[in-house]
């Protein structure tokens, strides 16, 4: 019975589950902002920026932490025999979600006239969105906890399933509201986008309730079956649960806080520097909005990893099996490093030509090839930041992100006057540089991981070089015999997709235990062997 509730996947293959609906999700919100760009302008999205950027706040201080945490525990007792408490401590978290949700909901909802009369938001003409997304938190805080037990349960399709229902939903909804509510005038439309978001909380958490429904009777004889005697009381899995909440969601309201901190300064520092107020909020919904889409279509490989690390590493510190966590801890890295190493090279070559290409703005190239850099770092502070949390140390990413975060705001303060927009990019990049060598640091502490920095990284980096030279080349030629910027782009990226897997497997950068557990991967690990790449 525990295997067909439980029906694991292995990290690679809930990794790759993940991915798949997290690259989804991730296109159509880059490609949802193309039209959505083009009916607000840079301005238009400088004013939708900041509803989303106090919804995540408010979310982040009821709800982010928790599905980390249910997983985590739920993983540890069903690893340990523990079935009832397993069940229990989704139960305790859900009921907890949907006190809090309803409160922080109305905490927006009832405060965001507070927020623009106390200066905390600079941008009054986001008030109306404010209202609009408030609604948003409470079924985000009650999705979270479902998301938690099927995660601990390591059944990544139902949360991918959750997720590729809510994007879908955000992005019909956002745009269908926001074409209706423009002739009333662009920050009642920006509202508009920002009530898109609604349709797709609704809906995701519906989907959970159905899948959660449909298993349940599967769960309760589980249950029934659970002789251990084992027993957790409800303040005790409180306590457990929101131990781990707390510094998950801390590091995402430290990183809401800063978007707010980054709102509030580089628009100030901006205009001290001579831009006008208009310049200032276009500059930053170039950097936000635009350069930020692309990073964020970029991280879905390590979001993913470091999400199915928690649970994984959760059920073998439980069993003290710290062989197993080494070994897919640093797999885990290997893989963020081979993937993340070109995305950073092809955003940095191709920063304005991709810009022009989604958003017919070729200056927010400007912010996305000073922030390029952070796709590798930000990849390692991730899967390092999930393998702590399944070892019940999320206290420790969470610092070293803070300390990144100090850096960030001196840099933001001092460089914007000079650099412009490029001085908040290079501020991100910082933040991650910071987090993931402490956190690698920490790692080598607590399970003895030692990393080969060279062995990951010299394969790969030849592997970026070559492709590198491959996209340009085949960008300039483009130009010259095709002209424009549309199809010598597409050209170009559609270069190193292929030109990069080819270079790094004839340099042996990718080895047959890399890719034997993904689905279908035995033939490929098998090709790999032929080929002298085992």
Known sequence: MANKLLNKQTVLQGALTLTVSWMIIRVLGAVYRIPLGRLL???????????????????????????????????????????????????????????LGVTFALLLFFGANWLIK?????????????????????????????????????????????????????????????????????????????????????????????????????MLELASQDLSGAREGTLSLLKRIFSVAI????????MSITHLIDQWLIIDRLQFAGYSHQQSVALFGQYNQMAMAFINISLALAVSLGASLVPSVAEFFALQNMERIRSQLTQALRLS???????????????????????????????????????????????????????????????????????????????????????????????????????????????????????????????????????????WVSAMKIGGNTWPTLLAVLTGAVLYPITLICLGGVRSEDVRRLPGGRRVAGFLEKIGRG
């Open 41 to 99: 302008g840079d301005e238009g999205l400088g004013i939708y920026a900041v509803p989303n950027q106090i919804y995540l706040l408010f979310f982040t201080l009821s709800a982010a932490g928790i599905p980390v945490a249910v997983a985590s525990i739920v993983s540890e007792k069903m690893a340990l025999g523990h079935y009832r408490d397993a069940i229990r401590t989704f139960r305790v978290a859900r009921a907890s979600m949907l006190v």
């Open 118 to 218: 106390s200066g905390l938001v600079q941008i009054p003409e986001s008030y109306l969105g404010m209202l609009a997304i408030a609604p948003v938190i409470f079924f985000a805080a009650l999705t979270s906890a479902y998301r938690g037990l099927f995660q601990g349960l390591q059944n990544m399709r139902a949360v991918a399933y959750s997720q590729l229902a809510d994007q879908v939903l955000l992005v019909v909804g956002t745009l269908l509201f926001s074409y209706l509510l423009l002739p009333h005038g662009l920050s009642v439309a920006a509202a508009g986008a920002n009530f898109g978001a609604v349709p797709g909380a609704v809906g995701a958490t519906l989907m959970l309730v159905f899948l959660y429904h449909w298993q349940r009777r599967d």
């Open 247 to 254: 510094p998950v969601s801390f590091a995402s309201v430290a």
């Open 337 to 475: 490093i081979i993937f993340s190493l070109p995305a950073t090279a092809g955003l940095y070559l191709l920063a304005p030509q991709l810009t022009e290409l989604l958003f017919a703005e070729a200056a927010a190239g400007v912010p996305l090839a000073a922030v390029s850099a952070v796709v590798v770092f930000w990849s390692v502070h991730l899967v390092t930041a999930g393998a702590l949390q399944g070892m019940g140390k999320a206290i420790v990413p969470v610092r070293n992100l803070v300390i990144g975060i100090v850096f960030e705001v001196a840099i933001a303060y001092y460089l914007t006057p000079v650099l412009g927009i490029r001085a908040a990019a290079y501020g991100t990049v910082v933040i991650f540089i910071v987090s993931s060598l402490l956190n690698i640091i920490a790692l080598s502490r607590l399970v003895g991981m030692r990393f080969n920095l060279w062995e990951a990284l010299s394969r790969s980096v030849l592997a970026t070089l070559c492709m590198s030279a491959g996209v340009l080349a085949v960008f």
